[in-house]
T-cell receptor, first 115, second 112 residues
Framework: DAGVTQSPTHLIKTRGQQVTLRCSPK?????VSWYQQALGQGPQFIFQ???????QRGNFPDRFSGHQFPNYSSELNVNALLLGDSALYLC??????????????FGSGTQLSVL | DAKTTQPNSMESNEEEPVHLPCNHS???????IHWYRQLPSQGPEYVIH???SNVNNRMASLAIAEDRKSSTLILHRATLRDAAVYYC?????????????FGQGTELSVKP
């Protein structure tokens, strides 16, 4: 059983460009969450998708958007990249019905560098 | 979500037990206590969670204080592979979904 897979693993972009990151959840999971982790910091919640809709959002600007597909996979899009967007972007999957009792499974992340 | 407080770093010797503390004095009755760890160059990994009673699994044990205002993650025999950042996180049992509020965590180093 494959866990959470993310692509690409590394990406280099320049300021002002747009980027799309992809995530496939663990089999049987229906919820995908995205996190941003700056160097030396804990991950910060960006947003969560369930039933192809954004259900919760953290304190991130509208430049960050996402999408969830019928097969539960997800994309994270970032427009007008800034130097400060350089970070490790993590995807996590879970099952919505597990509520606070749930376990999140994380991918290994996409390392984004903005030059 | 209620916040947690953890020491920034801890050291342990290989094959000795490690007790990682976490304070959560503002915990509510519906908050679950979760622990995740993040090994270098990897995403966080679920370790254990509990609500009121102590919990054991193959990775670790979780000891929860009677008033639930603190908890301790116990690694019974630390190995070099346990060197990681350990995060203590509170999850509202009434809140569906994957929002975890990560703090700085405790960076555990294990000496051979």
């Amino acid at each position: 059983d494959a866990g959470v897979t993310q692509s690409p693993t590394h990406l280099i972009k320049t300021r002002g460009q747009q980027v799309t990151l992809r995530c496939s959840p663990k089999s049987g999971h229906d919820t995908v969450s995205w996190y941003q982790q700056a160097l030396g910091q804990g991950p910060q919640f960006i947003f969560q998708y369930y039933e192809e809709e954004e259900r919760q959002r953290g304190n991130f600007p509208d430049r960050f958007s996402g999408h969830q597909f019928p097969n539960y996979s997800s994309e994270l899009n970032v427009n007008a990249l800034l130097l400060g967007d350089s970070a490790l972007y993590l995807c996590a999957s879970s099952r919505i019905l597990d509520r606070g009792n749930e376990k999140l499974f994380f991918g290994s992340g996409t390392q984004l560098s903005v030059l | 979500d209620a916040k947690t407080t953890q020491p920034n770093s801890m050291e342990s010797n290989e094959e000795e037990p490690v007790h990682l503390p976490c304070n959560h004095s503002t915990i509510s009755g519906t908050d679950y206590i979760h622990w995740y760890r993040q090994l270098p160059s990897q995403g966080p990994e679920y370790v254990i969670h509990g609500l009121t009673s102590n919990v054991n699994n193959r990775m670790a044990s979780l000891a929860i204080a009677e008033d639930r205002k603190s908890s301790t993650l116990i690694l019974h025999r630390a190995t070099l592979r346990d060197a990681a950042v350990y995060y203590c996180i509170l999850r509202d049992g009434n809140n569906q979904g994957g929002k975890l509020i990560f703090g700085q965590g405790t960076e555990l180093s294990v000496k051979p």
